[in-house]
Nanobody, 121 residues
């Protein structure tokens, strides 16, 4: 069964850092991967995407300079290093995998269950 599982979320103070991990199983996720997030009452929004070889990376303007996406294909994993966290970063973070990089959620066929990140001021 193909599956993505996120981990690394938590509750932190503003200015802190967290590193999210997403590990795939059931197939080789040597395809495009991304992170999205969804705050209560809001639509799911794009955070970052990375191509299968890591050569193409894009970020949402709201996280540029603070978040870093990376991947390790040998571990079927993608990571999101989040620095200088702000209260507005509070959301459930989801990893996703698909056949091409895109900021649109429906472009991705595989999704994890999400991990909660809460940032207090």
């Amino acid at each position: 069964q193909e599956e993505l599982v996120e981990s690394g979320g938590g509750s932190v103070q503003a200015g802190a850092s967290l590193r999210l991990s997403c590990v795939g199983s059931g197939r080789s996720f040597d395809i495009e991967m991304a992170w999205f997030r969804q705050a209560p009452g809001m639509e799911r929004e794009f955070v970052a995407t990375i191509s299968w070889a890591g050569g193409s990376i894009e970020y949402a303007d709201s996280v540029k300079g603070r978040f870093t996406i990376s991947r390790d294909n040998s571990k079927n994993a993608v990571y999101l290093q989040m620095n200088d966290l702000k209260p507005e970063d509070t959301a459930v973070y989801y990893c996703a995998a698909g056949t091409y990089t895109s900021p649109v959620p429906r472009s991705y066929a595989y999704w994890g269950q999400g991990t909660q990140v809460t940032v207090s001021s």
